[in-house]
């Protein structure tokens, strides 16, 4: 609050939703008040202690409209919550005297679906706050334009939004992310395919919007890498809403990629629909060594949503798994987060919880910063284009924004692969190397890629047909039931060749043998019985070895 005047004439000012309100008056020393007085934390109640609050939004439920829910969500947002706890606690030293408090959305996770969004968001619309977290590229594509249409404007910070559309300042001028658009993430991967020497590929995507756009710029980039992907789009979609029995429908999409002989997997899709393709491809035949899978983000190197009743399968199909995918738990402030988010929650924090920390802390910063230089935080547009010029070092490493842009300045990325522990069998995801987008080394490589065979010997990107039938090598099984079906068949055929053939030896061929005492007239049945003994001769001969080799030696 502000007084304005002259001699014994002032004006009270009060800041309400970034605008300057007269809201009274001082004249020969009379306090008038016209109109209500807005506090800090947008109330016109008194405040009753030191704290006031800063209300802020995330989108942080599992509800995915029309397909099954999300259930990693809410544990990506673990570290935005452990990010304002540690600051409501005094841990990071900022925002002191203020209390973050935060509303948790539940209006959609991969699919944005207007009708159930709208109402969603309207009746908790007080709730939205300062700024806003929001997660994937179409949702946070869609909040942004429903909080347009609602006459909300704040910021939104993607936390994991990798669509290229939203680099645009002109488009969406209030938005900015902690992570890098797809555009970079997929040259990546192509330049790192072809430093492997692999061209030809196998793509597999789950029918949401964010996968299919992702998808897209896939097929754009690679083409324009030099590489080939194999199997055809009209087989390349999968629902993500899919169990153990309903991919089975999907059939003819996995026989696609056993036909291509491909080597290189792409699945663009999350646990579990992840995890039951390649339980199909296991049941198609493919084993140890088959395939090489490549997956969005290293979140999905390990099996934390697994049903181990099928660990075997997945140990056959999904070794090695390689991600590449920005920095996360980097220095001290990585470590730091990792340990807070894991002693908070009692578990391994996913990758991804590393971004939501940085966003949380980044929307903390600037607010810390503008109250300390007396800006109004309340004006949205003040708060975004500070946040904009911010620069600090999270848990996902150095961070800032470009100025011609809503990203993240590149700076390194991980390359990790799971691999099988040899000690405990279980399996574990380790860091294979580095990308340094602007260093004259682009690509560093610290540890050899185990693939599924155990060896560390590149394979090619094509697997060879070791037989000319229509299975695999590996498929061949002892059946004992045939076995011993096959043993019985011909032990009855001896059985019966026994009998007949002393039977017919007691009938017909137990005589006593005539010396040839005299010349005698050679007959028929001699003919037949020389004939018969020339030609099994050159049959027992046709019968043996190939001594081509050895005549013409």
Not at 168 to 182: D, E, G, H, K, Q
Not at 195 to 213: E, I, R
Not at 472 to 499: E, H, M, P, Y
Request: charged content about 20%; overall charge negative; hydrophobic content about 40%.
């Amino acid at each position: 609050m502000m007084v304005y005047g002259q001699e014994s004439q002032f004006s009270i000012i009060n800041v309400q939703e970034g605008k300057r309100e007269i809201i009274g008056s001082v004249f020969d020393g009379e306090v008038i008040i016209v109109k209500n007085l807005i506090f800090p934390g947008n109330t016109p109640n008194v405040p009753k202690s030191d704290q006031k609050i800063l209300q802020v939004s995330i989108s942080g439920g599992s509800t995915n409209p029309g397909t099954a829910p999300m259930t990693s969500l809410p544990l990506f947002c673990n570290g935005a919550y452990t990010a304002w706890s540690l600051i409501n606690d005094g841990t990071l030293g900022i925002l002191k005297n203020f209390q973050i408090k935060y509303f948790i959305s539940d209006c959609g996770t991969l699919n944005y679906d207007e009708k159930f969004a709208r109402p969603c968001f309207t009746k908790d619309i007080d709730k939205i706050g300062l700024a806003h977290i929001s997660m994937g590229t179409v949702i946070a594509t869609g909040e942004m334009k429903l909080f347009e249409s609602l006459n909300v404007t704040i910021p939104v910070v993607g936390a994991a939004a990798v669509g290229r559309a939203l680099s645009s300042t002109a488009l969406y001028p209030m938005f900015t992310r902690i992570v890098v658009p797809n555009d970079y993430i997929l040259a990546l991967s192509s330049l790192f395919l072809k430093v492997l020497g692999w061209s030809k590929l196998c793509v597999l995507y789950s029918d949401d919007l964010s996968s299919k756009a992702t998808y897209s710029t896939l097929i754009e980039t690679y083409t324009k890498y030099g590489l080939e992907v194999l199997n055809p789009e009209s087989l390349s979609e999968i629902p993500d809403n899919l169990n153990r029995t309903t991919i089975k429908n999907y059939a003819s999409s996995f026989q696609a990629i056993l036909d291509t002989q491909a080597r290189l997997l792409i699945l663009i899709c999350m646990p579990p629909e992840l995890y039951y393709i390649l339980e199909e491809l296991y049941d198609l035949g493919l084993r140890k060594g088959d395939l090489v899978v490549f997956v969005k983000n290293s979140v999905l190197l390990t099996m934390t949503e697994y049903d181990f009743m099928y660990t075997y399968k997945f140990k056959e199909t999904g070794v090695p798994m390689i991600s590449i995918s920005g920095q996360n738990w980097v220095g001290e402030v990585g470590n730091f987060a990792y340990s807070k988010i894991a002693s908070l929650y009692n578990a391994v924090p996913y990758s991804y919880a590393c971004n939501y920390y940085d966003a949380a802390y980044y929307i903390a910063l600037e607010l810390d910063s503008m109250i300390n230089h007396g800006f109004d935080y309340y004006d949205p547009y003040q708060l975004n284009l500070t946040m904009r010029a911010r620069k600090f070092i999270g848990c996902t490493g150095k961070f800032s924004i470009d100025k011609d842009s809503n990203d993240r300045i590149l700076e390194n990325f991980d390359i990790s692969v799971n691999k099988i522990d040899a000690a405990s069998g279980n399996v574990t995801a380790y860091k294979l190397g580095e990308f340094h987008p602007y260093s004259s080394i682009m690509l560093t490589i610290d540890s050899p890629i185990i693939y599924g065979d155990g060896s560390s010997i590149k394979p090619d990107d094509l697997r060879n047909q070791d037989n000319e039938c229509p299975f695999s090598n590996k498929l061949v099984r002892t059946f004992t039931k045939g076995r011993i079906l096959t043993f019985g068949i011909c032990f009855g055929f001896a059985l019966v060749s026994f009998i007949s053939t002393a039977y017919i030896w007691k009938t017909w061929w137990n005589i006593e043998i005539e010396e040839l005492k005299e010349r005698q007239e050679i007959s028929l049945q001699n003919f037949i019985v020389q004939i018969t003994i020339g030609i099994e001769f050159f049959q027992f001969v046709a019968m043996g070895p190939d001594i081509t080799p050895i005549s013409t030696s």
